[in-house]
């Protein structure tokens, strides 16, 4: 009997042990963007719309996909503000463009509806990653406002800012 409790701790000590360990080892470790790095980003990505001319709006995220620097441009439309907050989320949560998630999420695509999870996905061009000089991703920049081309060009000049 007293074999068997003995076998019995030494069983539920060993789970107890992997279990801590595995969670140690799977755990999902993130380098995270600074507060200045966020700044710099969104002021690269405005100074490129101003050039542009074009009113945005300006999301940085941090590697945890949560909002990190905002920035709505005088006069920018109103709805982008949801917009490019979840382009900046939908790129980290798949740390790719959205533009290139959104060849993915057409009919017939590999993830076809994709965008209906999450609370919703903006997966057409304008959420960049955000990389440090590591190459690790840190975060990321979603704008909204103007073209999907200008949104991408300036969404990506604000990624840039960091490893510049």
Same mark, same amino acid.
């Given at each position: ?6 076998? &019995?701790? &030494?069983?539920? +000590? ?9 969670? @140690? ?15 710099? @980003? ?20 941090? @590697? ?11 006069? &920018? ?6 917009? @490019? ?5 939908? +790129? #980290? ?9 959104? #060849? ?12 209906? +999870? ?25 704008? &909204? ?13 604000? +990624? ?5």
């Amino acid at each position: 009997m007293k074999n068997k409790v003995l076998l &019995s701790k &030494s069983i539920t +000590s060993l789970i107890l042990l992997i279990l801590t360990n595995t969670g @140690a080892l799977f755990a999902q470790s993130a380098t995270d963007i600074s507060h200045e790095y966020a700044l710099k @980003a969104m002021l690269a990505a405005k100074e490129k719309a101003e050039k542009l001319d074009v009113l945005v709006n300006i999301a940085v995220v941090d @590697a945890g996909a949560n909002l990190k620097a905002f920035i709505r441009m005088d006069d &920018s439309f109103l709805g982008s503000i949801d917009v @490019a907050i979840k382009k900046a989320k939908t +790129s #980290r949560y798949f740390d790719i463009n959205t533009g290139d998630l959104g #060849r993915l999420t057409q009919p017939g695509g590999i993830i076809y509806n994709i965008e209906l +999870s999450n609370d919703g996905l903006m997966t057409f061009p304008g959420g960049v990653p955000i990389k440090n000089k590591e190459g690790k991703i840190i975060g990321a920049i979603g704008v &909204s406002g103007g073209t999907i081309d200008q949104d991408h060009e300036i969404a990506t000049v604000g +990624s840039n800012a960091i490893i510049e």
